[in-house]
């Protein structure tokens, strides 16, 4: 069926159009406008409206790229409904390498803002009207914070299509994770949308492993929501779905050795870490309490007590990704969403 015409930002964008739109996110100090660019592709079929985000933290670059890769891959002529592009969301802080804006708030914590709130409120007001509201699913892509690194990872809500979208976006985890006040997530979900939140690799660069987890598992969405045709194979073919995760911290300062990497699955006994004095002598050693996945790790090469070492998650259920995530939808069946609405 043909699509109708949409408005994002005061823009109409008609079937089968893609605009490239700058709506004003805010001023710099000699007043000149800053905006926040975002790509609408309104495909010529009817069909769901999906937004895709980046570098809502400003020094998590990875998504950028795959914003950048993922509109290269789009054709309006071809695609059922509409997506909306956002490769860099904090468009202030991203100018000087920051997580945060120039006001030291997390444009993360801000959702879902306001017209006349902190410089974060209103960037964020405008992602919700023009990006979130309206949509029928969501993709935020992070990496992990400052001298951390993440194993790529879908984190989601307690929802049910968050859950089948996250399986099939082909990720090598799944995490439910709870939602945190002010986040995109969890005014999304408030709004009716779900989001999956990707997680993957260390900020300020980019990592072209996890670069193409990301892309692999946002066009098999697409796919999956009947979008576009065909999907690629998933980075995992068993996405594992873990439940609970918690940091180890260090307890003696020096200099770290992991004998563990991301990604590593380790067994009760097996050891962690050695921390020495820079004189070479053994201050600590760590070894699992249990079984357990690291989803993140430390980058640092030197620990103080209480910093965080690594993100363990203990092993859940792995569930099945489908080769082809469109064999899949069935509109019969009461558990697959709703997406044509
Ligand atoms: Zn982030």
């Not at 023009?130 to 790529?152: C, K």
């Not at 939140?197 to 796919?223: M, S």
């Not at 097996?270 to 699992?288: D, H, I, M, N």
């Amino acid at each position: 069926m043909t699509g109708g015409p949409i408005t994002v930002a005061g823009v109409t964008i008609e079937p089968g159009e893609r605009r490239d739109l700058a709506p004003l996110a805010s001023e710099s100090y000699t007043g000149d406008r800053a905006t926040l660019p975002m790509a609408v592709i309104n495909g010529a079929e009817d069909g769901p409206r999906v937004f895709v985000t980046a570098a809502i933290h400003g020094d998590e670059l990875n998504g950028i790229e795959v914003c950048r890769r993922l509109l290269d891959l789009l054709d309006p002529a071809a695609l059922r409904g509409s997506i909306v592009v956002v490769p860099i969301v904090n468009v202030l802080g991203v100018q000087f390498g920051s997580r945060y804006l120039p006001d030291r708030r997390d444009l993360n914590r801000s959702f879902p803002g306001s017209h006349g709130g902190s410089m974060a409120a209103r960037i964020a007001r405008l992602v919700t009207e023009e990006v979130i509201t309206g949509s029928d699913a969501g993709i935020d892509l992070h990496t992990a914070a400052n001298h951390r690194t993440n194993v790529p990872q879908v984190r989601i809500a307690d929802d049910e299509r968050a859950l089948e979208l996250a399986i099939t976006f082909g990720a090598p985890f799944v995490m439910h994770a709870p939602l945190r006040a002010g986040s995109l997530r969890a005014v999304a979900l408030d709004l009716g949308v779900p989001v999956l939140t990707f997680e993957g690799g260390q900020p300020l660069r980019f990592d072209e492993d996890v670069i193409d987890v990301a892309l692999r598992g946002i066009l098999r969405v697409l796919a999956r929501l009947d979008m576009v045709d065909g999907a690629p194979e998933p980075a995992a073919a068993e996405p594992m779905v873990l439940e609970a995760s918690r940091w180890l911290r260090a307890e003696r300062g020096g200099v770290l050795e992991l004998h563990v990497g991301a990604g590593d699955l380790v067994q009760a006994g097996q050891p962690l870490w050695t921390t020495t004095s820079p004189l070479g002598a053994e201050r600590a050693s760590v070894a699992a309490e249990t079984e357990g996945y690291i989803i993140g790790a430390t980058t640092l090469p030197l620990v103080q007590p209480g910093q965080a070492l690594l993100h363990v998650a203990l092993p859940g259920e792995t569930i099945p990704s489908e080769d082809d995530p469109t064999d899949e939808v069935d509109e019969d069946d009461p558990d697959v969403p709703d997406t044509d609405d």
